[in-house]
Nanobody, 115 residues
Framework: QVQLVESGGGLVQAGGSLRLSCAAT????????MGWYRQAPGKQRELVAV???????NDAASVKGRFTISRDYAKNTVYLQMNSLKPEDTAVYYC?????????WGQGTQVTVSS
């Protein structure tokens, strides 16, 4: 059974940093893509960053230059390093993995950025 478990969220002041982790129950390179999404109150879920099996990455324009997605094969974990956080980054962050045409989601982790 595929499971994704996020951790690392919390409360941080504007300008601060957080690193989110997404631990998978199988190798992260078995997924076609793995990514981070976020959903703020009253808004639709949006893509933040994605990494492909081959290692290519893509970031949303709103986080480019501030957030970095990476992975650790040995730990079966994908990370989202978030720097220079802004209040508008406040949201629940979800890990996603696409495997054999099916999407898998974690339970989400709250990130709150105070001004």
């Amino acid at each position: 059974q595929v499971q994704l478990v996020e951790s690392g969220g919390g409360l941080v002041q504007a300008g601060g940093s957080l690193r989110l982790s997404c631990a998978a129950t199988r190798s992260v390179v078995s997924f076609n893509t793995m990514g981070w999404y976020r959903q703020a109150p009253g808004k639709q879920r949006e893509l933040v960053a994605v990494i492909t099996r081959g290692g290519s990455t893509n970031d949303a324009a709103s986080v480019k230059g501030r957030f970095t997605i990476s992975r650790d094969y040995a730990k079966n974990t994908v990370y989202l390093q978030m720097n220079s956080l802004k209040p508008e980054d406040t949201a629940v962050y979800y890990c996603n993995g696409e495997l054999l045409g099916r999407g898998y989601w974690g339970q989400g982790t709250q990130v709150t950025v105070s001004s």
